[in-house]
């Protein structure tokens, strides 16, 4: 009678908890689940062999095990342990017994470690609805109960996944349960197991065919078309030839205007004390010659940068490895490794390649405007010149002596 007092005890109060103080969201472990371990715990106990007294032991451990729910799922068998403590303690229930319930409670926290019978036949009724053949609908519940604790939408396959992999890592421990449970378990695996083979052949599918487009999409960025290649080829060539135009342009006004200089210097201001009229127009011309002379040689003057990158500058795809200027001062191993690092990077190679084309393009627009501004300024200033010294001949002529002009 003692038992029965306190099994109806415990059972009053562990529903009042279940049915009033347990969150709405944990749609899965309610009152129904507590019931179902509750019976499942007796049948297994009783199968197993354990004795009438454990039998009591086993069912209050059984009905209290997830009270703990109302504080929250984390660490609710700690909390439900001291919720079963505390209520026996009040009915003055043996110490060792509590004990034994505290114990049975804990051992079904995940994953389950039970030391004993006792708590081996809990574990194993905890989860006996795993063997059932509502496992469909028990299965629905405790999703719709995760999305609610995730505050997240699952989808099917998702789930399908998630209940695959625990069926995989889950055994019973009990013998009973695994003469019994546990066909009905397989049974149910093998309905999830194809599910899930299903989807993640699906997704095999997928992850290969993206694995191939991608790999597709490398080899169309590290492999253009012939005519993304003739367009690289023939602009850069395009782009040396008129480079080595404007070279050849300015160094014709070099050379030029030097001759004229000497001529200018070894003859010209030799006689101009001689010729004052023609100092001015010779000046003129001197500046003239000059000034084309400078523009020339800023035209073909190189432009070296540090010749230096550092690995950073490779890896963020910041520095111009087909440029001399921007390694000529490296080490051969380093500027290996960064060439090669470029060529695995089809992106960063062919980026290279349009940069040097640009800059390339920059400093042919630098030369040609010096090089117009050098051929208009000798231009201008070289007919301002002789008809400065027209001018200086016709209106200042010089002076006579003996009816010669004095050369």
Known sequence: MATDNILSKVEVYTKSILENEIPEKYVYHDNYHTVRVVEAAKM?????????????????????????????????????????????????????????????????KMPQNPQNLLEQVLCDADLHHLACNDYGDMSQKM???????????????????MNYLFFKDHQFFTPYAKTHLQPIKEQNLQLIKKAYKKKKKENKYVEELEAKVAKLEN????????????????????????????????????????????????????????????????????????????????????????????????????????????????????????????????????????????????????KYKLLRLCYTTFMIGFVLSIVAFVCAMLLFPPQEQSGFYTF
């Open 219 to 366: 080899k169309v960025a590290l492999k253009p078309d012939r005519g993304v290649e003739t367009m690289f080829r023939t602009t850069s060539k395009n782009h040396l030839e008129l480079s080595a135009m404007a070279d050849n342009k300015a160094n014709i006004m070099i050379s030029v205007n030097t001759i004229i200089l000497s001529v200018v210097v070894s003859v010209l201001i030799r006689k101009l004390n001689e010729y004052p009229n023609l100092i001015i127009p010779t000046i003129m011309l001197v500046v003239v010659c000059l000034a084309t002379i400078v523009l020339a040689i800023l035209a073909t003057r190189p432009n070296v940068s540090s010749g230096v990158f550092t690995d950073d500058d490779v890896l963020s795809r910041k520095t111009n490895l087909l440029f001399f200027g921007n390694f000529h001062k490296m080490k051969l191993d380093r500027y290996e490794w960064g060439m090669r690092e470029m060529m695995k990077d089809g992106e960063y190679l062919y980026g290279s390649m349009i940069k040097d084309i640009y800059f390339l393009g920059v400093v042919l627009g630098k």
């Open 44 to 108: 297994i106990g009783r199968e197993s062999g354990l004795s009438e007294e454990d039998i009591e032991v086993l069912t209050i451990a059984a009905w209290f095990h997830d009270t703990g729910y109302k504080n929250g799922c984390q660490g609710h068998e700690s909390i439900s342990a001291e919720i079963a403590k505390s209520f026996l303690t009040k009915e003055n229930y043996p110490e060792e017994k509590i004990a034994k319930v505290e114990g049975c409670i804990v051992a079904t």
């Open 143 to 161: 999703h719709k109960e995760v999305e609610h604790m995730k505050n997240q939408k699952i989808d099917s396959d998702s789930w399908n996944e």
